[in-house]
């Protein structure tokens, strides 16, 4: 069954340091989606993506961040430089044209040290 | 803007049994999507069960099945037959279906359920 995937596992950093966050979508899928939960929290929504631009993006999704498609296959979230407060797991998700579910890769854990 | 309330921060059921948890949420839109997702403590966001709201019929997934009440904007998961691989936090997540199929997930707080022998 088709998956989302999502590299790495676990990142850790220093504070300051840019990091970039690798997603492969399922295959035939056109709606990508970043979320984030801080440990213990709810998932927070940051941004979608279609057609190789943002759709919408939330309050969370500042500057810092940016949103990229550089080929058929990776959807990357790149973080420029990082603060302590964005230690969390990221999760990526993607969405078949013309169903409701998304469904999401196993999340990138995010240490910033 | 929509919100998702889940009010239990925890649940406990006992293997076999059935157990509900509680979600509601807020919004002023007619037509959406209702989903509940389960976080094992692999932390993957896994589907359980989706609800269109224009439906009237309760869906059922197995075991899984809701309970939606559109008027008292009220959507909750029963679990039957409560199994040890049931023990996960549970998401209550809304989704519009108006603004296009690009529409995020707001997620409630989370229900975290224990089974026990």
């Known amino acids: 069954e088709p998956e989302v995937t999502q590299t790495p596992s676990h990142q850790v950093t220093q504070m300051g340091q840019e990091v970039i966050l690798r997603c492969v979508p399922i295959?035939?899928?056109?709606?990508f989606y970043w979320y984030r939960q801080i440990l213990g929290q709810k998932v927070e929504f940051l941004v979608s993506f279609y057609n190789n631009e943002i759709s919408e993006k939330s309050e969370i999704f500042d500057d810092q961040f940016s949103v990229e498609r550089p080929d058929g296959s990776n959807f990357t979230l790149k973080i420029r430089s990082t603060k302590l407060e964005d230690s969390a797991m990221y999760f990526c998700?993607?969405?078949?044209?013309?169903?409701?579910?998304?469904?999401f890769g196993p999340g990138t854990r995010l240490t910033v040290l | 803007a929509q919100t998702v309330t889940q009010s239990q921060p925890e649940m406990s059921v006992q293997e076999a049994e059935t157990v509900t948890l509680s979600c509601t949420y807020d919004t002023s839109e007619s037509d959406y999507y209702l989903f509940w997702y389960k976080q094992p403590p692999s932390r993957q966001m896994i589907l359980v069960i989706r609800q269109e709201a224009y439906k009237q019929q309760n869906a059922t997934e197995n075991r899984f099945s809701v309970n939606f009440q559109k008027a008292a904007k009220s959507f909750s998961l029963k679990i039957s037959d409560s199994q040890l691989g049931d023990a996960a936090m549970y998401f209550c997540a809304y989704r519009s279906s108006d603004t296009g199929t690009a529409s995020k997930l707001t997620f409630g707080t989370g229900t975290r359920l224990q089974v026990t022998l």
């Open positions: 998700a993607s969405l078949w044209q013309g169903l409701a579910t998304q469904y």
């Open positions: 295959s035939n899928h056109l709606y």
